[in-house]
């Protein structure tokens, strides 16, 4: 439980950017069942029941959520986990996955974060007082934006990388901007209303 707590404490900011889109646009940021994410992948159809316990959804544009959920929950240590097309990421080991594929028996024991990083892989996570941006290497080309706290100032992170082994960050005006891979993402410290590009 505390080990979740800590989890959520940590993706606070990109918690509430996904609220704070779903205000703006209407659409379910903050918790999409796959059938809306995907709407045109077949497989997603029909995984939400006592049988299947295909229960997922997506966070955002980056992190899918795979929990352990039923009437079983006490017992069972393993399910089915659908990954759609795209690249993916174990959350906790960084044990990478293509999609379309269904990973079956996939071990969700106590203590195993349920979730998996794919789409744009851009995260924003609170470290102290400062937001750092979480890059996972899923996609090349991608955008996403953080909301801060004050519901309106948005920071933009652009991807374009070309060799994930030499990933190098630029703020307004060309100014460099160091990171470093931590926890199997390229992280780095934002400024908000800030816009940052990776290459």
């Given at each position: ?38 709407p ?12 299947t ?23 069972a ?123």
């Open positions: 439980m505390l080990d979740a707590a800590r989890l959520h404490d940590r993706l606070q900011p990109y918690l509430y950017t996904q609220a704070a889109r779903f205000f703006l646009d209407g659409y379910p940021w903050t918790m999409a069942p796959l059938p809306v994410a995907f045109d992948d077949p497989r997603v159809y029909g995984r939400e029941n006592a049988k316990r295909g229960f997922e959804w997506m966070i955002g544009d980056a992190l899918l959520a795979a929990p352990l959920y039923g009437n079983d929950y006490e017992t240590n393993t399910r089915d986990v659908y990954l759609p097309r795209g690249d993916w990421m174990d959350y906790d080991t960084g044990e990478r996955y293509q999609g379309p594929q269904v990973l079956r028996n996939f071990p969700l024991p106590p203590g195993k974060t349920p979730l998996f990083a794919g789409g744009t892989g851009i995260v924003a996570e609170k470290r102290g007082s400062r937001i750092v941006a979480r890059i996972y290497p899923v996609a090349s080309q991608a955008e996403s934006f953080f909301i801060a706290a004050d519901g309106v100032t948005r920071t933009t992170i652009r991807l374009n990388i070309a060799n994930w082994q030499r990933v190098s960050v630029t703020a307004g005006g060309g100014r460099a901007i160091s990171g470093a891979w931590q926890r199997n993402a390229f992280e780095f410290v934002t400024t908000p209303g800030e816009t940052y590009e990776l290459r």
